[in-house]
């Protein structure tokens, strides 16, 4: 079975240009998270959707970064304009419900803002 | 607000035994998880833990205690690919649901 799969694995782009994530959950994961992770540092959570509803973004730059999950699947996540401080390994994990699942997480993507 | 704590860095001998603490005060709690995360890979998970007390899964077992608000992962038989970070996480229950301490960095050595 496919774990979670995203895309690209890397990215380097300019400061002020726009970038997005993709991510294919595991097959039935109604959960899907999109994380945050620093150099040195835990995955930070930056949205948590049930099905194609996003249940948790307090945590989401609003003013710069979105996401969505239509049909429930497939989830991306951009962010417009970038800065430097962006630059971060963007993690997205799935889990059958939420509660008492684990997560599983996908390779990340590196991004890096010059 | 939310905190989770862990020892930065560990190093542990080939074949010993080492363990891992955790600390945490967050608003809610519904279980308690422990992931490892290889450079530059995925985490992936080990255990989680709901209940006091500790479960055990092959070479790695797990402890809870909820009124102490801690936790501890035990690794037996160390092997050199054990070297890897080691994240504990709680699910809050709340609004950020699974909440990440920043990871223990164990090395491995002969």
């Known amino acids: 079975e496919a774990g979670v799969v995203q895309s690209p694995r890397y990215k380097i782009i300019e400061k002020k240009q726009p970038v997005a994530f993709w991510c294919n959950p595991i097959?039935?994961?109604?959960?899907l998270y999109w994380y945050r992770q620093n150099l040195g540092q835990g995955p930070e959570l930056l949205i948590r959707y049930e099905n194609e509803e996003a249940v948790d973004d307090s945590q989401l730059p609003k003013d710069r970064f979105s996401a969505e999950r239509l049909k429930g699947v497939d989830s991306t996540l951009k962010i417009q304009p970038a800065e430097l401080g962006d630059s971060a390994v963007y993690l997205c994990?799935?889990?059958?419900?939420?509660?008492?699942?684990?997560?599983?997480f996908g390779q990340g993507t590196r991004l890096t803002v010059v | 607000g939310q905190n989770i704590d862990q020892p930065t860095e560990m190093t542990a001998t080939e074949g010993a035994i080492v363990q891992i603490n955790c600390t945490y005060q967050t608003s809610g709690f519904n279980g308690l998880f422990w992931y490892q995360q290889h450079a530059g890979e995925a985490p992936t998970f080990l255990s989680y833990?709901?209940?006091?007390g500790l479960e055990e899964k092959g070479r790695f077992s797990s402890f809870l205690s909820r009124s102490k608000g801690y936790s501890y992962l035990l690794l037996k038989e160390l092997q050199m690919k054990d070297s890897a970070s080691y994240l504990c996480a709680v699910d809050t229950g709340g609004y950020n649901k699974l909440i990440f301490g920043a990871g223990t960095r164990l090395a491995v050595h002969p």
């Open positions: 097959s039935g994961h109604n959960t």
């Open positions: 833990n709901v209940l006091d």
């Open positions: 994990a799935s889990s059958l419900r939420q509660g008492n699942t684990e997560a599983f």
